[in-house]
C-alpha cells in the first residue's frame, strides 16, 4: 500500500514537546516547580492557538524527488548531523585495510571524499540525480552510479567493504539493504553504518518534509531503527558486531524564554517550533540517542 498523506498541527507539536518533558518529570527527573511552569506553557500554547495557526495535510514524495529538491542546499543548510556523523565515523574509517569500497547512499559526496583521501577505490551510488551531481563535482576520482540500496548495481563479491550514512533511516525494513550489502561484498570487509535516531519519540516513523524539484512540498517517509531491527537484518547474512557508537544529546539545562521564531507558512517547521518551547525541548531531548554508527564484519566462513 503506497505512503498516505500525514497531518502535521503545530500545536500539537509544541503539546507533544511538553508531555513529553512533563512525563520525565513525573519519573523525577524534575520537581514541582518544572512541573508547574509546564503546565502553565501549555495554558498559554492553547491561549495562542489561533496565532500559532492549524495543522496542514502533507503528501508524500519519494526519497528520489526529496533529495533532487534538497541537492540545491544540501551542502549549505549547516545540518547539525554532519557533525556528530563525522565524530562517530571518522576513527571507524580509520580502521579500514585499504581496498576497494561501496559508499551507498552517496548524497552529495561527503563520506566518498573521506574514503578517497584515505587511499580507497571508491564507487558510490545514490539514488537521487541531483545528489549525485553535487558527488561528480565533489570527487570526480570516484565512480558513481545510479542505483537503490536494496538493489546495488554492483557484482557478486565486488568491493572489500561498503559504508552507508544518514540513509537507511528512509527505508522502513533494514532487511533488504543487509542482505545487498552481504551479496556485493567479499568475506572479512566491514559494513560501516551511521543514521540518526529520528525525532518522535516512541514512534517508528520519521516523516522529513522537504520541497521536490518542482515545487511540491511533502514528506519523505522514513523509519527510526532500534538496535535489536539491525541485529535482525545484520546476523543472517553473517555479519558480526566490531563496534557499536553512539551521540547523544547533553543533559538538561534550564533554557530561558526568549521571542520565538516566525512560524513560515506551509508544514510546520520543528526547528522554528522548538524555539516557542526551548526549556521543554530541552528537556524532552536531554540524553537521548541521536546518532548510532555500527561497524559489521562479514564473516571469511559464512
Known amino acids: 500500500m503506497p505512503p498516505a498523506p500525514i497531518h502535521q498541527d503545530p500545536l500539537a507539536y509544541l503539546l507533544g514537546l511538553e ?19 509546564r503546565l502553565a506553557e501549555v495554558r498559554s500554547l492553547l491561549d495562542r492557538a489561533d496565532e500559532i495557526g492549524p495543522g496542514v495535510d502533507v503528501d508524500p514524495i519519494s526519497v528520489r524527488d526529496g533529495y533532487d529538491g534538497w541537492s ?13 556523523r ?25 563520506v566518498t571524499r573521506q574514503l578517497v583521501d584515505r587511499g580507497h577505490d571508491v564507487v558510490g551510488v545514490d539514488g537521487s540525480p541531483g545528489m549525485l551531481g553535487l558527488a561528480r563535482r565533489a570527487v570526480p576520482e570516484a565512480t558513481l552510479l545510479e542505483g537503490d ?20 533511516s528512509h527505508v522502513t525494513d533494514l532487511r533488504p539493504f543487509f542482505a545487498e550489502a552481504a551479496r556485493v561484498m567479499r568475506p572479512g570487509g566491514h559494513l560501516i553504518t551511521l543514521d540518526v535516531r529520528g525525532y518522535y519519540p516512541r514512534s517508528p516513523l520519521f516523516p522529513l518534509v522537504k520541497r521536490t524539484p518542482d515545487g511540491r512540498v511533502g514528506y519523505m517517509p522514513g523509519g527510526s531503527h532500534e538496535t535489536s531491527d539491525y541485529l535482525r537484518a545484520a546476523l543472517p547474512h553473517g555479519f558480526v558486531v566490531r563496534a557499536c557508537e553512539e551521540f547523544f ?38 540524553g537521548r540517542s541521536q546518532v548510532v554508527a555500527w561497524d559489521f564484519e ?3 566462513d559464512v
Request: charged letters at 20%; proline letters at 12%.
Open 72 to 84: 540545491a542546499t544540501y551542502d549549505a543548510e549547516g545540518n547539525s548531523c554532519f557533525p556528530l
Open 86 to 110: 563525522d565524530e562517530l565515523l571518522t576513527p571507524l574509517l580509520d580502521r579500514l585495510l585499504t581496498g576497494r569500497v561501496l559508499d551507498a547512499a552517496c548524497g552529495s559526496g561527503a
Open 298 to 300: 562479514l564473516r571469511p
Open 19 to 37: 508531555g513529553v518533558a512533563l512525563l520525565r518529570a513525573f519519573a523525577g527527573e524534575h520537581g514541582q516547580a518544572f512541573t508547574q511552569a
Open 149 to 168: 540500496l536494496a538493489a546495488l548495481p554492483l557484482p557478486d563479491a565486488d568491493v572489500d567493504h561498503v559504508t552507508c550514512t544518514l540513509a537507511l
Open 249 to 286: 544529546a547533553s543533559p538538561y539545562a534550564p533554557r530561558p524564554d526568549a521571542e520565538p521564531a516566525p512560524l513560515t507558512p506551509g508544514p510546520p517547521d520543528i526547528w522554528e517550533l522548538a524555539t516557542w518551547v526551548p526549556d521543554a525541548a530541552a528537556a524532552a531531548d536531554a
